[in-house]
């Protein structure tokens, strides 16, 4: 029997962790085994250290579920999608498994499954479900193909292939609303988050003859259209289609003055490589990092456009 399901089957308390500032893969793996968890008749909680999550990933099974506390009687915590202890939220005392797909610092953990290879989380837990006859339900699946659905962009990242299509096909078999998660993943959008594009876009640099898109977003930017962070990620992905533009970077001020990046490529530049100059990580066309100590934002841009530019 696998490790992992072994650990499950011996817990008694069993907590899942989303990453801070959850992305969908992160809330949908999380989701995805919060249900299986349930499955096996497990006492189950589910952490994420954000108070204020993205509403649009309200409609994922179990979203009204989580919660900002950790419970103290928890002697198993799962966290999916987290990669780096920072980004639990949270100093863990119990057993930690961690599951996750990016090639970061995973050695937090007392097991891991990582595997670097899969389009997500979402995709790293489709794989074990299956092969332990796991058994897929609606809402295991609608989870699943949300996850996958939004790390692969919309299913348009240059890994995707017919081994993708296959896997949705056979979610979207066990019942995935496919239509409900396009619907909301990749279309639903605030009042909010449009007034922060067309900041964004008004105040946009191109560098590079036209090849790389800057994007500075202050907090009082955040503050005047009240967009939450995760509304920076489609000007940041939508650039990437204007002409010539192969990396967009972001910067975005917080609201203790620290920094988070956030870089994309459609080119043959390593986003992730980038990224661990910071301590940050992710995939090799997507991928982020913080600045946790008040710096001017001027500074780090030119030192990422310097690493970008590296990289061209």
Known sequence: MNKIIQRIKNAKHIVVISHVNPDADSICSASAMYTYLLQEHKKVSWFCKTKKIDSKLSFIPWFEKIRDSFPSSADLAISLDCGDIKRLGVEVECNLINIDHHA???????FNLVDHNAMSTTMVLFDLFKTNGIKINKKIATALYGGLLDDSNGFMDEKVDGTIFAVVKELIECGAEHNVCNKFIMKSVSL????????????????????????????????????????????????LYLPHVEVAMLLKQNSDFTLKGSIRCNSGVNASKIASNFGGGGHASRAGFNINSVVQIEDVQKEVLNLIKKEM
Do not use: H, W, Y
Not at 104 to 110: D, G, K, V
Not at 233 to 239: D, T
């Open 104 to 110: 970061s610092n995973t050695n937090f953990a007392a």
């Open 192 to 239: 909010a988050a449009l007034r922060l594009k067309a900041i964004m876009f008004k105040n946009m640099r191109l560098e590079a003859g036209a090849r790389i898109a800057i994007f500075c977003v202050s907090d009082e930017d955040m503050k005047s259209t009240g967009a939450v962070g995760q509304d920076c990620e489609s000007p940041l992905e939508e650039s």
